[in-house]
Every structure is written in structure tokens, then in C-alpha cells.
């Protein structure tokens, strides 16, 4: 299981684009990476997922080199909704998730 | 999208007495689902694997006989925390597997459970 390295914090304001790198070193061939958000005392719930290259939704971007060792995860003018822990995490569909420390975003007004 | 449920989503129990925590799947089947526990300001921690009629595997420190996994169906598991401490007062989470009809390989997770043993 791939581990993963976020920062533990960081600070946005309203309407301010924000990225959170994700460092997996030992990503494996088969490995998805995948972010989820989470609120406090409420479960992580699914953000984006990518295998290479970018991959956007309606809520954010993902963008990962080509060695795969590392993720952005890109969130276009953030809104005070947007505090939360993001989690990177690493690994196959059906594999149990190692949780890394995340990242906790703080978005002021 | 696919619904993970959990109940209840906050219990209070008494020490020494027994909790048990259930953690559906809504929409879809899970041959898997996995338990986490979450300490106020920390991550989640993964606990044990629970498999559809099998034994559950845990994961290195968590007491088998303390946490009781039962995976009795497609869509149903249960966490039994047995004669609860106040260090069990705890947030649950479940999850499971997307199945097959999902565009993305991700995992669904429930709403938690908060535990508090007093």
C-alpha cells in the first residue's frame, strides 16, 4: 500500500485558488489515487479520481505527472464551505485505505 | 450515487455494557466493507476488513475479541464494541467498495457513529 505525504495545513481566502500536492513514491501500476473531503463528526466523502494525467469535474482537478509520484489536487475559488480535512489516498478499488494525515484547509473571508 | 448508512449515528453507553454499530449498503451489493475509528482532530484509522461469510481480518492492535465484525449479508455489517471503556468514546465510520456501476474505483463511506462511553 502506497503511503502518502500532504502538508498538514494550509490557509485560502474566499475566491482564491487552492492546490494541495500529495507526495506517493511508491505508487504501484495498479494504483488509483483518489481525494476525498471531509467535514467534521461526517464520513470522507469522494472528490476526483485520477490514474494520469488531469482529470476535472464540477468540483475540482487532479493533475498528475507522468512518473505518478506525486498529485495536485485543484480547487478553483474556494468558498468558506470548502474548510475541511482533504485526504489523498493511494490504491486499488476494492483494497482497504490507508489514511495519511490529510490536509486541513482553512478558507477565511 | 451509491448510500452507505450507518446506526446509529451517536450512541451513549455506560461502561462495562456492549455497543453494536451497523453500516449498510442502500443501492448496491459489498462483499467487503471496511471499519475505521476517528479520534477527535486525527485521521482515520483503519480497524478491520470485514468479508461477506468469512471471518473479518484486523488490522495490527485491534483486539478481535473487543471488536466483533459480523458480515451477515450483501449489504449489511455490524461492529460490536464489547464491554466499552470511556478510551472507546470514538467516531465509527464504515465504508465500502463502489460496485461495478460506478465510473470511478472509489469507496463509499458512512455518515459515522459517534461513540461516547461515560
Known amino acids: 500500500l502506497a503511503k502518502t505525504t500532504q502538508p498538514i495545513s494550509m490557509d485560502s481566502y474566499e475566491g482564491q485558488e487552492v492546490n494541495i500536492t500529495c507526495s506517493h513514491n511508491n505508487i504501484a501500476t495498479n494504483d488509483y489515487i483518489t481525494w476525498y473531503q471531509q467535514f467534521p463528526s461526517q464520513g470522507p466523502r469522494f472528490i476526483i479520481q485520477g490514474y494520469k494525467t488531469k482529470v476535472t469535474n464540477e468540483v475540482a482537478s487532479l493533475f498528475i505527472p507522468a512518473d505518478r509520484k506525486s498529485s495536485t489536487l485543484s480547487l478553483p475559488r474556494v468558498s468558506l464551505s470548502d474548510t475541511a480535512v482533504y485526504y489523498c489516498l493511494v490504491g486499488e478499488s476494492t483494497d482497504k485505505l490507508i489514511f495519511g494525515t490529510g490536509t486541513r484547509l482553512q478558507v477565511f473571508p | 450515487g451509491a448510500v452507505v448508512s450507518q446506526h446509529p449515528s451517536w450512541v451513549i453507553c455506560k461502561s462495562g455494557t456492549s455497543v453494536k454499530i451497523e453500516c449498510r449498503s442502500l443501492d448496491f451489493q459489498a462483499t467487503t466493507m471496511f471499519w475505521y475509528r476517528q479520534f477527535p482532530k486525527q485521521s482515520l484509522m483503519l480497524m478491520a476488513t470485514?468479508?461477506?461469510?468469512?471471518?473479518?481480518?484486523?488490522e495490527q492492535g485491534v483486539e478481535k475479541d473487543k471488536f466483533l465484525i459480523n458480515h451477515a449479508s450483501l449489504t449489511l455489517s455490524t461492529l460490536t464494541v464489547t464491554s466499552a471503556h470511556p478510551e472507546d468514546s470514538s467516531f465509527y465510520i464504515c465504508?465500502?467498495?463502489?460496485?461495478?456501476?460506478?465510473?470511478?474505483?472509489?469507496?463509499?463511506f458512512g455518515p459515522g457513529t459517534r461513540l461516547t462511553v461515560t
Open positions: 465504508s465500502a467498495p463502489a460496485g461495478p456501476a460506478s465510473i470511478n474505483y472509489e469507496q463509499y
Open positions: 470485514s468479508n461477506e461469510g468469512s471471518k473479518a481480518t484486523y
